[in-house]
């Protein structure tokens, strides 16, 4: 199976390593600029589950021509646009494309940009980053990368892609029966949790210590929960409960990325998580302030932003 993934950052530059050494075909789609130091010093990986240092494959996007079985999406979903015209040249008529991006929304641009036969539902779980020296370090032990079809049922080649991947140390495919499902769980986690850390601007423990950060939490959580039911998606009790624990958790120092990424005065994913969170809402009748204020703030952050105010 020949595998292109876009982009050789943190999530894609360890999927790079871990299957060039275990001799699967992969390919990074990268910049000049990042291939060239590629070639010079090569991609390393610090893991718990074994180091990589060595030269990979890599393809520039005018380079890219099809032939691909399989095209892994890796990027931010602020740079979604410009990776579908990337990836394009790559894809054939036989191949799949398995985004693995935060949230939802993306899957209905990728649908329309290829077809919607052609594109996997899919959910990453590896803590990964990219340091200023070019090293990838793998932050724990999760390396979970679970997908399946977005009708639901573990197809053909769902199968085929989770044998091809299940070679690597390091790296565990998972198929799912209902990705979808897992999905909007995932997307109610991501949009309760940076939704309330990036509009209190405090990690889940610091909003939690206080009885009305803690029921704003809850609020934030459960009204997400209700778009994904009306959506036809709504989480389990258990998942429910599990989060409920965390964000009334004094001690957690739980933040996420998208807090850090307004903390260092970057670029967010704020329209692709809060953004569709609120215009979910809207469409389903869905009357909540906080999404509103959450997005609301996240607008003004790329306004001052813009405005060279950071």
Known sequence: MRILILGAGGIGGYLGARLTEAGVDATLLVRPERREILQRDGLRLESVYGNFAG??????????????????LTCKAYDLDAAIDAVAPGVGPDTTLLPVLNGIAHIDLLNDAFGAERVLAGTVQISVARMPDGLVRHMNDWRWLRFGEQAGGI???????????????????????????????????????????????????????????????????ESTAEVARRAGHGPGEAFLERYRALFSDPGTAYATSMLRDIEAGNSTEGEHIIGFLLSSARKYGIDEPLFEAAYAHLRAYDERRSDGGL
């Not at 030269?55 to 892994?72: C, H, M, N, R, Y």
């Not at 889940?204 to 206080?210: D, H, K, L, P």
């Open 55 to 72: 030269p990979v494959s890599t393809v520039l996007a005018e380079e890219l021509e099809p032939g691909f079985d399989l095209v892994i």
């Open 155 to 221: 197809s053909e080649r769902v199968s085929a892609i989770r044998d091809a991947l299940d070679l690597p140390p390091g790296l565990e495919p998972v198929a799912l029966d209902d990705a979808m499902q897992e999905m909007w769980e995932k997307f109610v986690h991501l949009a309760s949790a940076a939704g309330m850390t990036c509009l209190m601007r405090a990690n889940v423990g610091q909003i939690a210590r206080s009885a009305e950060g803690a029921a704003l939490f809850r609020r934030f959580l």
